[in-house]
Structures are given as structure tokens and as C-alpha cells.
């Protein structure tokens, strides 16, 4: 088990690693340059031989791509054109923010999913069934950041049930102070993280059906039935428990389509965490952002990947034998 | 609308109903009967040909120009009406005719940049699982990397990085970031296929690695390839949308369903049918390509069955 995570976090380690150099090569292929763009000629070649000198640039491209790599190493991921300060201080204030707008969203993804699956199951080819999975195949098809508009048309426009973007009310909650200020908070978070849910809840709930339908078709079902047990403990205990193994597998999947889902529903909500600081900074030209929030993104899709192989192994006894 | 656009509508119905009647007609053996077993399947199929014909006779359908504005002054966020069926937009243009517009560059781009990501993957996924030894981890290693780095950023570093991106890059960055997935797959096919004995009897045979490879591997691992790429399509034009809605897609004024939506996101309260109708007209042709590849995967591969 020791000697499989550790092979796992190799994996995962080397992922980064190529994901930064990616990141290296696409900076020095589009050839950023102290004096301008390429085909510009304003700067003394004097004057730019010295920022040459100064930046490192002069230098091999294996020595820079050690030295890029050493600074990354050490947090240091270059300095923002557009906010004046450390790349990192940006995403120390956006990355918050996303985490919280995903772990909300996987919550309503996993809780929604998982119900609606074990109830579509339960009726399975009935009404319920047919009209909850053709609407969940409606829903999984919508661009997420169309759905976000459509809920905000809906709920913040024309019922005003709901604030229409931001993370708090700037006026009364500043800063996170008060019981009402977590209320505010959450009442901002609502509509983001519904709608990132729901799309991932369609999906968890068509797998999560397919799973119970194979299990609720085994021995142990029939024995559990036969032991006159109440339909409802079959389900939720002796199927459910059985039939939630791939729904793990589908909970590493998720991660990626949240960190993409999140950069466009963060921007049609105004929510400032990574993906809207991304897209805010690439009107910016402020590549070191923009580059610097793909590393992370790449990073938290790795461990989100390590984190769901690792809860498989626990859950399932047979992955560890077969992957030891 | 005038008379000859609501003609051309009701022409571009009926011929996608025709259409599809016709495939119905034409695929009367068992993997035509598979196909049309799946409930979805004709629907999808129908909205599908209508989208493509409003594609290929966008300028017989569509009653104006998609770039011309009509009138910003009086005929801008208009509601729906028999002149303008879909509304118009905050520049006054009329939404309709922008959405057939957009149905060119949505598809196109679409089907485009599946295309380039299929035969990518394909290649790569062929190359891997007939070589197999240090070749296939390589690459495989470089498909795990892929996969772990989320597409979308990707895309937003080379736009941060390069300016604009031209229609045709455009189409190639998509391709090159969707292969990594279809690599798999056809590796996994290929790995089998490479010890069935028709392929050892061509290697025996003296054929050279290129042509076993394309002769008698590639062709017997379609099935896979082609399910993969019309279940693909739909999610490359979701990325196409996505992109385009932040600004970094299809530039303005081409209308694209995805920048459309852009358009009307800031009168959204004042002038919702902006944003409405082509988001509806994305996840329509999504969820009947999503159809048809669930029929198509059951009809050319009986073993796997639909969740």
C-alpha cells in the first residue's frame, strides 16, 4: 500500500513538473523580450543587450529553464504587470475563493447526484426515471456559463431573490466580521455553486443510476429482500453501499470540470477567484498571472486525481492487491 | 422575415426530417437497427441535419447580414416578432440571422477541431499500442500529463501570450489539447488487435510497421475511434462556446453561438433573448450529438453496453 501511494505521488510530482515546464517553453517560444515586441526597434541594442544581461536572458536557455524552475520551487512566480505585486499574493487572495466556490459546488454535485440516482434506480423505467434522466441529459449538455445566466435572469432579476455577482456585499461586510456577513457570503456563493453543481450532478446521477442498477440486479439484494427487509434499508443500505465505489472514481473526474467549469462561471458571476483573475488579467496583458494560474490549476487537478485514487484504494481492497 | 426566408425555414425542416427518414431507410441492418432501437436516436438525428442545412444555406435562410446593424438608435433589443424572429441584439442585429451565421462557424469549428484531436489521437494511440516498450510509455506518460492539465488554461496562457489567435490556430489549439483521451482508447483497442492473428500473419507477411498499421490495425479499431470523436464534438463545442464568451474564441463581430451570448449578457434583464436563444441552440445540437453518439456506440460496438 506505502510503496503504491509512494509510486502515485511520483506520478503526481512529475505531472507539476512537466506542467512547469510547459509553461517555460510556451513563455519562451512566444518570445517576450525587454525591448519590445519583435518586430519593434525603438530600443537602443546598447540599452537592450543590458536589460538582455540584467533579466538573464542572455543566458542559455537550460540555465534559465533551471533558474525558472528554482524560483517556482520557492514560490516565486514572477511579478504581476497589472496589480504591481507578487504573482503570488494574487492568488493568494483568488485562490480562496475558487476553493470555496468548488467545494461548495461538489458538495451539491455529490449530494444531488447521489440522490437522484438511488431515486431514479429505485424507479427505474417509470416516469420518474425516464422524465429525471432526460432532463439530467438536458442539463449536461447546456454550457455551464449559459445555465449561470439563465439563473441569474431567473432568480437575481426577476424574482430578486438572490445578488447578481461578487462575494459579499461591499458596503456592510468588508471584511468577514459578523454572523450576518456569513449569511451575506453564503447568499452570494448560492447561485455559482448551484450551477456548477447541477451540471455535475447530472452527470454523477446518470452514473450513479447505471451503478445501482448493476448491484440491485445481484444475489445479496435478493437475499436481503428475502430476509423481508423494507425495500428502503435494501436501497440505501445494502445497494447504496456497494454502488457508491465508482461514484469515487467519478469524484477524481470532477475535479478537472470544476477548475474549468469555475473560470467561466466565476466571470459571468464576478466572482474573483483564479479563473476570473486569469481572464481579467489576459485583458491585462499580464501574462505571469495568466500562466502562473494555469500551474495551480494544473496542481489542484492533480492532487484532486492523487486524493480520489487514494480514497479508491481505502474503499476497495482489490485495487491495492492489483496495483501493489 | 420576408416570404422567401420562412420558405427556406420550412425547407431546411422538412429536408432534415427527409434526412433522417432516409438514414432510417438506409440502415436496415443490425447496427442500423441498434442505432434506431435508442429512443433519442432519430430526434438527434433530426436536429442535427436541420443545424448543418441552416449551416450550408445560412444565406438563403437568414433575412439580414449577421455583421449588419439595422438601426442602434430605434431597432436595438427589439423582442421577438414576425420581422425579427429571434429579437435583436443591444447592436440592433438581428438575432436570428446572427444564430444561422453562428451555426457555420459553431459547427465548423467544432467538427474541425474534432477532426485535427481524432487524428491525433489516433496516430499517437495506434503508434503506442503497435510499438508498445519504451515508445508506448513515453507517450502514455505524456497523455497522463495532458490530461492533467486543465485545457481551458492551457488556451488562455498561448491567447495571453499571442495576441489574437487566428480562426485556423484557433482550431488547432483545440485539436491538440482533445487528443489525449481518444489516445487511450485506441491504444487499449490496438494492443488487442496487435495479436490477433491476421495482424501477426501481415507482420509475417513482410508488410512494414506503417502499412500494418494503417492497413489492418487503424481500420479495425474505427468503431472506437468514430464513437469517441461524436461523443467528443459536443464538449469541443462547449470549449468553443466557453471561449468564446470570454472574448478569446471566435473575435467580434463573426457570430459564434458562444459570443453571441457574450453580447447579450449586459442587457440580460432588458433583453434576455440575446443570450436565450444561443445558448438553447448549443445545448439542443450538444445533447443530440450526445444521441447519436450513444446510439452510434451501441450500434458499432454491441459488446459495450449504454449506461
Known amino acids: ?324 | 422575415m420576408t416570404a422567401g426566408t420562412w420558405l427556406a425555414l420550412a425547407g431546411a425542416l422538412v429536408l432534415a426530417f427527409a434526412l433522417a427518414a432516409e438514414t432510417r431507410r438506409a440502415a436496415a441492418g443490425p447496427a442500423g437497427r441498434r442505432f434506431f432501437r435508442h429512443p433519442t436516436a432519430a430526434p438527434g438525428l433530426v436536429v442535427l441535419a436541420f443545424f448543418v442545412t441552416l449551416a450550408l444555406a445560412a444565406p438563403l435562410i437568414a433575412p439580414y447580414p449577421s455583421y449588419l446593424q439595422l438601426d442602434p438608435v430605434h431597432l436595438a433589443n427589439q423582442p421577438p416578432s414576425g420581422r425579427f424572429l429571434l429579437g435583436t441584439d443591444p447592436l440592433s442585429r438581428d438575432v436570428w440571422s446572427r444564430l444561422v451565421y453562428g451555426a457555420r462557424f459553431s459547427l465548423g469549428i467544432g467538427s474541425l477541431a474534432m477532426l485535427v484531436a481524432v487524428s491525433v489521437g489516433a496516430a499517437v494511440g495506434a503508434v503506442a499500442g503497435y510499438f508498445r516498450r519504451w515508445v508506448d510509455a513515453l507517450l502514455m506518460r505524456l497523455v497522463d500529463v495532458g490530461l492533467a492539465i486543465p485545457r481551458v488554461f492551457v488556451l488562455l496562457v498561448v491567447v495571453a501570450l499571442w495576441d489574437r489567435v487566428s480562426l485556423p490556430v484557433l482550431v488547432l489549439l483545440i485539436g491538440l489539447t482533445g487528443w489525449f483521451g481518444t489516445s487511450r482508447l485506441v491504444r487499449a483497442e490496438v494492443l488487442s488487435l496487435r495479436e490477433r492473428e491476421f495482424v501477426v500473419a501481415a507482420r509475417a507477411l513482410g508488410g512494414g510497421s506503417a502499412r500494418v498499421i494503417l492497413r489492418h490495425v487503424l481500420p479495425n479499431a474505427a468503431a472506437p475511434i468514430i464513437v469517441s470523436a461524436a461523443l467528443g464534438i459536443g464538449s469541443v463545442m462547449l470549449l468553443e462556446a466557453g471561449l468564446s464568451f470570454l472574448g478569446i474564441g471566435v473575435p467580434s463581430p463573426k457570430p459564434s453561438w458562444g459570443n453571441m451570448i457574450a453580447d447579450g449578457q449586459d442587457r440580460l434583464a432588458a433583453a434576455p433573448w440575446t443570450s436565450l436563444f444561443p445558448g438553447l441552440a448549443i445545448s439542443l445540437v450538444v445533447m443530440a450529438l450526445n444521441a447519436v453518439g450513444d446510439a452510434l456506440r451501441d450500434a458499432l460496438d454491441p459488446h459495450k453496453e449504454a449506461a
Open chain 1, 1 to 324: 500500500m506505502s510503496a503504491w501511494i509512494v509510486r502515485r505521488l511520483a506520478a503526481a510530482i512529475a505531472i507539476v513538473l512537466a506542467a512547469v515546464t510547459l509553461t517555460f517553453f510556451l513563455l519562451h517560444l512566444a518570445g517576450g523580450s525587454p525591448c519590445g515586441q519583435r518586430d519593434v526597434q525603438s530600443v537602443a541594442p546598447e540599452v537592450c543587450a543590458r536589460l538582455r544581461a540584467q533579466f538573464g536572458l542572455d543566458r542559455p536557455i537550460w540555465e534559465q529553464y533551471g533558474k525558472y524552475l528554482w524560483a517556482v520551487l520557492h514560490g516565486d512566480l514572477g511579478q504581476s504587470f497589472w496589480q504591481r505585486r507578487p504573482v503570488i499574493a494574487a492568488l493568494g487572495d483568488a485562490m480562496p475563493n475558487t476553493l470555496v466556490l468548488a467545494g461548495t459546488a461538489l458538495l451539491i454535485d455529490f449530494t444531488l447526484g447521489l440522490a437522484l440516482g438511488v431515486y431514479q434506480a429505485a424507479r427505474a423505467r417509470r416516469f420518474g426515471d425516464i422524465a429525471l434522466g432526460n432532463a439530467a441529459l438536458f442539463v449536461n449538455s447546456m454550457p455551464t456559463f449559459w445555465l449561470g445566466l439563465v439563473l441569474l435572469l431567473v432568480f437575481g432579476q426577476w424574482l430578486h431573490l438572490v445578488p447578481v455577482g461578487g462575494t459579499h456585499d461591499p458596503v456592510l461586510c468588508a471584511r468577514l466580521d459578523s454572523l450576518h456577513c456569513v449569511g451575506d457570503r453564503l447568499w452570494h456563493l448560492a447561485l455559482p455553486a448551484l450551477t456548477l453543481g447541477l451540471v455535475g450532478a447530472a452527470a454523477t446521477a446518470r452514473y450513479q443510476r447505471a451503478a445501482m442498477l448493476e448491484v440491485i440486479a445481484q444475489d445479496f439484494v435478493r437475499t436481503a429482500r428475502a430476509k423481508g427487509l423494507r425495500e428502503r434499508r435494501v436501497l440505501l443500505v445494502h445497494a447504496l453501499r456497494n454502488a457508491l465505489l465508482p461514484s469515487i472514481t467519478l469524484f477524481g473526474l470532477a475535479f478537472p470540470f470544476l477548475v474549468t467549469g469555475a473560470v467561466l462561471v466565476e466571470w459571468v458571476f464576478a466572482w474573483p477567484g483564479m479563473g476570473w483573475l486569469a481572464v481579467m488579467a489576459i485583458g491585462q496583458r499580464d501574462y505571469p498571472v495568466v500562466t502562473a494560474t494555469a500551474l495551480v490549476a494544473s496542481g489542484m487537478v492533480t492532487v484532486g486525481n492523487l486524493l480520489a485514487d487514494v480514497v479508491y484504494a481505502a474503499a476497495d481492497p482489490r485495487i491495492r492487491v492489483r496495483g501493489a
